[in-house]
């Protein structure tokens, strides 16, 4: 990875705390009284099994999708905020980005300066050098030109991710960021976060299925089932081989280490 200083989060980052969040579809309940708080420049990790409401609720916290409670910033509510403050705030890696065709990757990340250039300017010089250090970070710049649509899954998924960090927010919500990525490139990706939140403390809420990669990169673990929450703690509190059979239904043993626990599936 590239040894230059990582795009800076101006502002530094934000609490964030959900309340009593509720949310469903339709007439079916997905999400009761779910309830977190991460602390600027916390790293809150949510886990859970298939189907147990992890998208629902990044997406509720951002605004994305109805829900009852509250979601405060540094304390403020963040109902009726104006869509474009909202976006200076939290930025949003989704796990299945729909993404624009004949748009080039450069373009694509620039998107993410949107909320803080002018309506319909042009990028200004600020925007062209946030974009061009987060692609040589996300290691795309070879990939600027090419249309993002033809990018490979994992080239996809590092520019989706770089369109959130050009939007310099104050917290990142990240919605399986690694899914597409061989473990190299993961690796590469969580470190650049984990830099990015100690140095400029950039919150991260990230849901993720490798609960070794949870374990070892947040320091708090929120795990739903059933769309409450389960367990909340620390990855060592939440981490265990019952609680893993409890919720996931499955073997697991868990290895401490001196980054967090490793979970290693037994047959
Ligand atoms: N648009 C939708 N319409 C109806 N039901 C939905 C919709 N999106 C999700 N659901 C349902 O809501 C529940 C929670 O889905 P969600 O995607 O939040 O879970 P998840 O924990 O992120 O799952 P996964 O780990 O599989 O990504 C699931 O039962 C899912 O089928």
Same mark, same amino acid.
Request: charged fraction near 20%.
């Given at each position: 990875?590239?040894? &230059?200083?990582?795009?800076?989060?101006?502002?530094?980052?934000?609490? !964030?705390?959900?309340?009593?969040?509720?949310?469903?579809?339709?007439?079916?309940?997905?999400?009761?009284?779910?309830?977190?708080?991460?602390?600027?420049?916390?790293?809150?990790?949510?886990?859970?099994?298939?189907?147990?409401?992890?998208?629902?609720?990044?997406?509720? !916290?951002?605004?994305?999708?109805?829900?009852?409670?509250?979601?405060?910033?540094?304390?403020?509510?963040?109902?009726?905020?104006?869509? &474009?403050?909202?976006?200076?705030?939290?930025?949003?890696?989704?796990?299945?980005?729909?993404?624009?065709?004949?748009?080039?990757?450069?373009?694509?990340?620039?998107?993410?300066?949107?909320?803080?250039? =002018?309506?319909?300017?042009?990028?200004?010089?600020?925007?062209?050098?946030?974009?061009?250090?987060?692609?040589? &970070?996300?290691?795309?710049?070879?990939?600027?030109?090419?249309?993002?649509?033809? #990018?490979?899954?994992?080239? %996809? %998924?590092?520019?989706?991710?770089?369109?959130?960090?050009?939007?310099? =927010?104050?917290?990142?919500?990240?919605?399986?960021?690694?899914?597409?990525?061989?473990?190299?490139?993961?690796? %590469?990706?969580?470190?650049?976060?984990?830099?990015?939140?100690?140095?400029?403390?950039?919150?991260? !809420?990230?849901?993720?299925?490798?609960?070794?990669?949870?374990?070892?990169?947040?320091?708090?673990?929120?795990?739903?089932?059933?769309?409450?929450?389960?367990?909340?703690?620390?990855?060592? %509190?939440? #981490?265990?081989?019952?609680?893993?059979?409890?919720?996931?239904?499955? &073997?697991?043993?868990? !290895?401490?280490?001196?980054?967090?626990?490793?979970?290693? =599936?037994?047959?």
């Amino acid at each position: 990875m590239s040894r &230059r200083p990582p795009v800076p989060v101006p502002a530094g980052g934000a609490r !964030v705390e959900v309340v009593g969040l509720s949310a469903g579809y339709g007439r079916r309940p997905v999400l009761s009284s779910v309830r977190f708080a991460v602390d600027a420049g916390g790293w809150l990790g949510i886990i859970g099994p298939n189907g147990s409401g992890k998208s629902t609720l990044l997406r509720s !916290v951002l605004g994305l999708h109805p829900y009852e409670g509250e979601v405060r910033i540094d304390g403020a509510p963040t109902t009726g905020m104006p869509r &474009r403050d909202r976006a200076r705030l939290l930025a949003y890696a989704p796990q299945l980005p729909v993404l624009p065709e004949a748009v080039s990757t450069r373009d694509y990340v620039t998107l993410g300066r949107t909320p803080h250039r =002018p309506l319909l300017a042009a990028p200004r010089a600020v925007d062209r050098e946030v974009v061009a250090e987060v692609m040589t &970070r996300l290691e795309l710049t070879a990939l600027a030109d090419r249309a993002v649509v033809t #990018l490979s899954g994992g080239e %996809q %998924q590092r520019a989706v991710l770089a369109r959130a960090l050009a939007q310099q =927010p104050r917290v990142l919500l990240l919605d399986e960021p690694t899914a597409a990525l061989d473990l190299g490139h993961a690796q %590469q990706v969580l470190d650049l976060l984990d830099h990015l939140r100690r140095q400029d403390g950039l919150t991260v !809420v990230s849901t993720l299925h490798d609960l070794t990669l949870a374990g070892q990169y947040a320091d708090r673990l929120t795990l739903l089932a059933d769309g409450r929450v389960a367990a909340e703690g620390t990855p060592e %509190q939440v #981490l265990t081989a019952e609680a893993l059979s409890a919720h996931y239904g499955a &073997r697991a043993r868990i !290895v401490p280490g001196a980054h967090g626990p490793a979970v290693l =599936p037994v047959r």
